[in-house]
């Protein structure tokens, strides 16, 4: 399948040779591109305490950094250049920021991080640096000069209260206006700098570090039932050194720990749950005063149902994870659960069984799901 926003590419060709490998930049990746939001929306939004924004201040050696909410007075306090305004998640909070994403499902949604954004007055920037994530970096009004280099140089400026390469050696240099697109893979340094107010749509893939994939799994593996047995020292000889650990206790310690056994389901169930978890951040919000189920069942089969945008849904085989709980679907709810986690959605007017929309029911009374825009 060929996508315009991929230029020439087609998918299959995108993933072989960019993805997590090399640049790309594609002009008009999306004909007249709207922005989900205006400038105004976003600063209102980076105002809001539920939502995660930064203001990003400086060039050169000189940078400041404010985590939000960020108010109205604080922005009218601003000078005309050389500020950006970030906000993370803008897919929780705007469906047509959370619709950008369907122009990337090539990707497995349980890679996807968020939509971030930033508005950025001339010479705003967030410095150069480098992420450990996959972004497609789509500009919405206004242009902004993109840089990047393969440098491996790593170090950053002391001091600062961003991560901003001390040095920065550009390679190829291009300024993106409304509708380009450049993606980049993790490791690439770039550098952004707004040449008129602009808006840039950053669309982030991220997969958890190794460490952290352990450190989940043991806190998972936390809530299986401990072992039953005790240490036990019947007919032990009197202590020599009473300050030492005996060795009798080390190798109890090691053949307990060595009994702790894991099955592939327990990985897979882990997995989906820790790939599903809503940040720590993200609260639902259940409706104020939910239909009752036959209502709602009639009325979801009617308008269709949507992921609510802070949602996280996915499977593996048989099994279901929504906002990181495990459920398993009888036979007859599979086709339509796979159709909400692989489209985010199932359209006004979808068949599918009393069983999946029990289940449904149940997503849509902590607010996970929502009624479609269908027919009321
Ligand atoms: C920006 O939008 O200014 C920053 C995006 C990025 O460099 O990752
Ligand atoms: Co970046």
Known sequence: MSRKHLGSLDVGAFMRTHWQRKPLLVRAAFADFRDPLSPAEV????????????????????????HGPIGASRFKQLPSRDWTVLVQDTNHFCRAADRLLDHFDFVPHARIDDVMVSYAVPGGSVGPHVDSYDVFLLQGR????????????????????????????????????????????PGVA?????QTPCLTWSVGFRAPSDGEWVTGFLDYLREAPAPGGHYA??????????GAIPPRMLDHAARTLGRIRWTPSMV???TGRYLTEPKAHVFFDPPARPLAPARFAAAARRRGIE???R??????????????????????ARP?????????RIEAGSAAPDSFWDAAYGWYLQGFVVLGGGPT
């Open 43 to 66: 600063m209102r939004l980076a105002g809001r305490d539920e939502a995660q924004s930064r203001l990003i201040m400086g060039r050169g050696k000189r940078w400041s950094l404010e």
């Open 190 to 194: 770039h550098h952004g700098v707004a």
């Open 233 to 242: 020292d019947p007919g032990g000889a009197p202590a020599r050194h009473p």
């Open 268 to 270: 897979r169930e882990f």
């Open 311 to 332: 949602s996280r849904f996915a499977f593996s085989g048989a099994v279901f994870f929504m906002n990181g709980e495990a459920q398993a679907l009888d036979t007859g």
């Open 336 to 344: 339509a659960a796979t159709r909400l986690a692989d489209r985010r």
């Open 142 to 185: 206004g242009r902004r000069r993109w840089q990047i280099s393969s440098q491996t140089n790593r170090d950053f400026l002391p001091g600062m209260p961003l991560k901003i390469l001390g040095r920065f050696e550009p390679e190829h240099e291009w300024e993106l206006e409304a509708g380009d697109m450049l993606y980049l893979p």
């Open 307 to 309: 992921l609510d945008g």
